[in-house]
C-alpha cells in the first residue's frame, strides 16, 4: 500500500501543474504581468528573455537587476518581486526556508564563469603578479553583495597575497561595474563575467583580447539559481517565465551569452 504522504506530494505537483496549464490556457483572458528580479551579470540576458517570451505570449515582464544579495534583501523585505534569479545558490533557498519561495521552482539556469582582466598586462595575467600593481588599481565586486566578488575573493586568497594588500583592492556593486571601470580606464585589473565582457563587446563599450584574460571556468564556477516567489503562484506570466529557462531558444540564449548550462542540459 503507497503511503499517504506520497499521495498528498502527487497531489501538490498534480495542483501546481493544473494550475499552471488553466492559467496560461486561457490565452490573453489571463494575460499577466511579473516582476523579474536578476543578477546584475544577467541582466542583458534576461531582457533579451523578456523580449521573447513577450512576443509569443500575452505576458508582458519588467526586469529588475542588481547585486544578488540586495535583491534578496529586498524580497525578505517586502519587494513585490515574482521572480528571483540570483548568481548563486544560497540566497534562493534562504528564500525557501523563510517561506517566501517555491521549492519545486528551483533551479541552476546557468553557470557563470569568473575571469582576471588585466589590458596591457604582460603576457596572461596570474594572480600573483597583481602584487606589482597597486590594490586601489584592482577592483571586484563586493563579497559582500554578489556571488561574482565572493568567487573573486576567494581566487585572490588563494594566491597567498598579503592581507593588507588585499584590503586595498577596490570594491564595487556588481560585476558589471567591474569591465566598465577597467574599460574606462579607471582601473587596471580586475576580475569579470565572462557574461560582462560579451555584452561588453556587443554593445561595443568594451575591448577585450583573450590574452588578456585569466578564466577560472573549473575553478570557481558560479551556479545561478532561480525561484519563483510565493507571493507569484498564481501569476500566469510568473509561472511561463519558470516553464520557459527549459526551453531549448531560451537555453540558447543563454550559453550564447556566455553561460554554461548545468550537467545533462544542451
Known amino acids: ?157 588563494s594566491a597567498g597575497l598579503e592581507a593588507s594588500w588585499l584590503e586595498g583592492v577596490v570594491r564595487v556593486d556588481n560585476v558589471n561595474l567591474v569591465a566598465g571601470l577597467i574599460s574606462q580606464g579607471h582601473a587596471r585589473a580586475g576580475f569579470v563575467a565572462r557574461s560582462s565582457l560579451i555584452a561588453g563587446k556587443r554593445q561595443g563599450t568594451v575591448v577585450a583580447a583573450d590574452k588578456e584574460v585569466l578564466w577560472f571556468a573549473e575553478r570557481a564556477p558560479v551556479d545561478q539559481a532561480m525561484v519563483l516567489l510565493t507571493r507569484a503562484e498564481k501569476n500566469a506570466a510568473a509561472w511561463h517565465w519558470v516553464e520557459q529557462m527549459q526551453a531549448a531558444p531560451i537555453r540558447e540564449l543563454i550559453q550564447r551569452d556566455g553561460y554554461r548550462l548545468v550537467s545533462g542540459q544542451n
Open 1 to 157: 500500500m503507497l503511503q499517504a504522504g506520497y499521495w498528498s506530494s502527487a497531489l501538490t505537483l498534480f495542483s501546481r501543474l493544473t494550475l499552471a496549464s488553466v492559467l496560461w490556457a486561457g490565452g490573453s483572458a489571463f494575460a499577466a504581468d511579473a516582476r523579474i528580479a536578476v543578477a546584475a551579470n544577467f541582466r542583458d540576458t534576461a531582457t533579451a528573455i523578456a523580449a521573447r517570451l513577450e512576443a509569443q505570449s500575452p505576458h508582458r515582464y519588467e526586469v529588475i537587476a542588481g547585486s544578488t544579495g540586495k535583491l534578496a534583501s529586498q524580497i525578505l523585505n517586502g519587494a513585490p518581486f515574482d521572480v528571483f534569479m540570483a548568481a548563486d545558490r544560497q540566497r534562493p533557498q534562504l528564500l525557501v526556508d523563510r517561506g517566501l519561495a517555491s521549492a519545486a521552482t528551483q533551479q541552476i539556469y546557468a553557470v557563470g564563469e569568473l575571469g582576471l582582466w588585466w589590458p596591457s598586462g604582460a603576457g596572461t595575467p596570474t594572480l600573483k603578479a597583481l602584487a606589482t600593481l597597486e590594490p586601489r588599481l584592482v577592483c571586484m565586486a563586493n563579497p559582500a553583495f554578489a556571488p561574482y566578488g565572493e568567487a573573486a575573493w576567494a581566487m585572490l586568497q
